[in-house]
């Protein structure tokens, strides 16, 4: 997979556990829709498009989780994903993947490697 390399897209501390936080990478023509999930001092990220319909999965901003904070959450139609998979496990794209991103922290800076913006596509 094409690379264009690992960029800073939230600080550490900006994100509860559990939490997420959204951001929007890359340049101005191709930028890359994605959000992080932080759970139990683990740190997972996302292309933020649904595998579904295509739409973004948040229901707020930086909003992506179930209630009870125990799964991702689609705002479209309600499909459930396993946070640390990514993997649907109910609704629509039952089976589906959420498209992962390549994460680390950095002191304490979260860096995402970011695909090249053909392969966000789902
Ligand atoms: S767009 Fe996500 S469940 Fe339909």
């Known amino acids: 997979m094409k690379r264009i ?3 800073q897209v939230a600080l550490l501390t900006d994100i509860a556990d559990p939490g997420a936080r959204e951001f929007e990478s890359g340049s101005r023509d191709d930028s890359v829709p ?7 001092g683990r740190v997972f990220a996302y292309v933020n498009i649904c595998p ?3 739409r973004s999965l948040n229901w707020g901003p930086d909003r992506f989780l179930t209630r009870d904070n125990g799964l991702i959450m689609c705002a479209g139609h309600g499909a ?3 946070i640390d998979s ?3 496990i109910a609704g629509a794209c039952l089976g589906a993947r959420l ?4 994460v680390e922290v950095i002191d304490g ?4 490697g ?8 789902t």
């Open 5 to 7: 390399g690992k960029q």
């Open 34 to 40: 994605g959000f992080v999930v932080r759970k139990n």
């Open 52 to 54: 579904h319909a295509g």
């Open 80 to 82: 459930l994903f396993e």
């Open 86 to 88: 990514g993997l649907c």
């Open 99 to 102: 498209t992962s991103l390549e």
């Open 109 to 112: 800076r979260v860096l995402v």
């Open 114 to 121: 970011l695909p090249a913006p053909a392969e966000t596509k």
